[in-house]
C-alpha cells in the first residue's frame, strides 16, 4: 500500500511538473529527484541513493543517450553516405546498450530518468529532420561532434568527481567509448569539408 501511495505521489508530481509549462523531461526528472533528497523526508519519498549531483548527471547522460539513439535512427533513413550511416548504426548500438545499463543503475539507486530528451535535443532533431542530402548529413555530422564532445566532458567529469561508485564506473567505462566516437565523427567530419 505505501508503495501504491508512493507511486501515485510520484506520479502526480510527474503530472504536475509535465504540465508545469516551461519545464522540459530533464528538468522534470531533476526536480523529482531533487524531491527525492535522502536527508530531507526519504519516508514519503522513497529516497534516491546518491548526491545530488550524480542524479544530475544521470538525467544528463540520459537524455544526451536517448537523443543519439534517436539521431542516429534518423541518420540510417535519411543519409545516403555510407560513412555516416556506419556511424549512426553504431550510435544506436552503443548508446541504446549505455541506455539499458544507465536505466538499471538509476532504477537501483531510486533515480528518475526523463522519458523524453530535453527542449534542445528536440529541436536539433526537428531542425535535422527538415534537412536532406549532404545538407542532412552535414548537420548531422556537425551534431554528432558537438555532441561526444559535451558527453566525453560529462563521463570524465563524472568518472573523476562523481561521488556513487556504480555511476562513476559506468563513466568511467564509457568515456573510451565516446572518446572513439567523436575521433571517428572528427575524421567523418574532414572528409566532407
Given at each position: 500500500?505505501?508503495?501504491?501511495?508512493?507511486?501515485?505521489?510520484?506520479?502526480?508530481?510527474?503530472?504536475?511538473?509535465?504540465?508545469?509549462?516551461?519545464?522540459?523531461?530533464?528538468?522534470?526528472?531533476?526536480?523529482?529527484?531533487?524531491?527525492?533528497?535522502?536527508?530531507?523526508?526519504?519516508?514519503?519519498?522513497?529516497?534516491?541513493?546518491?548526491?545530488?549531483?550524480?542524479?544530475?548527471?544521470?538525467?544528463?547522460?540520459?537524455?544526451g543517450g536517448m537523443a543519439e539513439?534517436?539521431l542516429g535512427k534518423m541518420a540510417?533513413?535519411?543519409?545516403?553516405?555510407?560513412?555516416?550511416?556506419?556511424?549512426?548504426t553504431m550510435m544506436v548500438k552503443?548508446?541504446?546498450?549505455?541506455?539499458?545499463?544507465?536505466?538499471?543503475?538509476?532504477?537501483?539507486?531510486?533515480?528518475?530518468?526523463?522519458?523524453?530528451?530535453?527542449?534542445?535535443?528536440?529541436?536539433?532533431?526537428?531542425?535535422?529532420?527538415?534537412?536532406?542530402?549532404?545538407?542532412?548529413?552535414?548537420?548531422?555530422?556537425?551534431?554528432?561532434?558537438?555532441?561526444?564532445?559535451?558527453?566525453?566532458?560529462?563521463?570524465?567529469?563524472?568518472?573523476?568527481?562523481?561521488?556513487?561508485?556504480?555511476?562513476?564506473?559506468?563513466?568511467?567505462?564509457?568515456?573510451?567509448?565516446?572518446?572513439?566516437?567523436?575521433?571517428?565523427?572528427?575524421?567523418?567530419?574532414?572528409?566532407?569539408?
Amino acid at each position: 500500500m505505501k508503495k501504491f501511495i508512493y507511486v501515485m505521489a510520484i506520479s502526480a508530481l510527474a503530472f504536475q511538473a509535465c504540465n508545469g509549462g516551461n519545464k522540459d523531461a530533464k528538468e522534470s526528472a531533476d526536480s523529482l529527484n531533487m524531491a527525492k533528497d535522502t536527508t530531507t523526508n526519504a519516508a514519503a519519498t522513497g529516497g534516491i541513493a546518491v548526491e545530488e549531483a550524480d542524479a544530475k548527471f544521470t538525467t544528463e547522460a540520459a537524455v544526451g543517450g536517448m537523443a543519439e539513439v534517436e539521431l542516429g535512427k534518423m541518420a540510417l533513413e535519411k543519409s545516403s553516405n555510407p560513412q555516416v550511416k556506419e556511424f549512426a548504426t553504431m550510435m544506436v548500438k552503443d548508446h541504446g546498450m549505455a541506455n539499458t545499463e544507465l536505466m538499471a543503475i538509476a532504477k537501483q539507486k531510486n533515480i528518475t530518468l526523463p522519458s523524453t530528451v530535453d527542449d534542445e535535443h528536440k529541436k536539433k532533431m526537428e531542425d535535422l529532420s527538415k534537412k536532406t542530402g549532404t545538407d542532412f548529413d552535414k548537420a548531422y555530422v556537425s551534431a554528432m561532434v558537438d555532441g561526444h564532445k559535451s558527453t566525453l566532458k560529462l563521463m570524465e567529469d563524472e568518472s573523476k568527481d562523481g561521488k556513487d561508485a556504480d555511476l562513476k564506473a559506468f563513466a568511467t567505462k564509457t568515456a573510451p567509448i565516446v572518446q572513439s566516437h567523436l575521433q571517428m565523427i572528427n575524421k567523418i567530419n574532414d572528409s566532407m569539408k
